[in-house]
């Protein structure tokens, strides 16, 4: 099993940047995929990016490409999201999650450890 807490989340003005961290305890991170998705009030919990085991490949939804990088340092059990440029839009409570699939992927269910999230809002 592992443990995942967020932090980072705050408010920001449109432009700016954030930087998320996900903090994993337990067993064995390093042969955990991770990733990060967001919630916003009303919508469905959606992918934004992911990284396999070693952090040598990284995945991202259209709509953050450019603007967020994910990575990982797995000495130190910690993934991190870099968002640059934010828009008003990308405003949701952000979860990490866990996966311990072979393969990537962006659904929910395809990941076995939840966060309990942290917020990002965003401001115009």
């Known amino acids: 099993q592992v443990q995942l807490g967020e932090s980072g989340g705050g408010l920001v003005q449109a432009g700016e940047s954030l930087r998320l961290f996900c903090a994993a305890s337990g067993r064995s991170f390093s042969s955990y995929r991770m990733g990060w998705f967001r919630q916003a009030p009303g919508k469905e919990r959606e992918f934004v990016a992911a990284?396999?085991?070693?952090?040598?490949?990284?995945y991202y939804a259209d709509s953050v490409t450019g603007r967020f990088t994910i990575s990982r340092d797995n000495a130190k059990n910690t993934v991190y999201l870099q968002m640059d440029s934010l828009k008003p839009e990308y405003a949701a409570v952000y979860y990490c999650a866990a996966s311990q699939r072979l393969r990537h992927g962006t659904c929910t269910n395809e990941y076995d450890y939840w966060g309990q999230g942290t917020q990002v809002t965003v401001s115009s």
């Open positions: 990284i396999s085991r070693s952090g040598s490949t990284t």
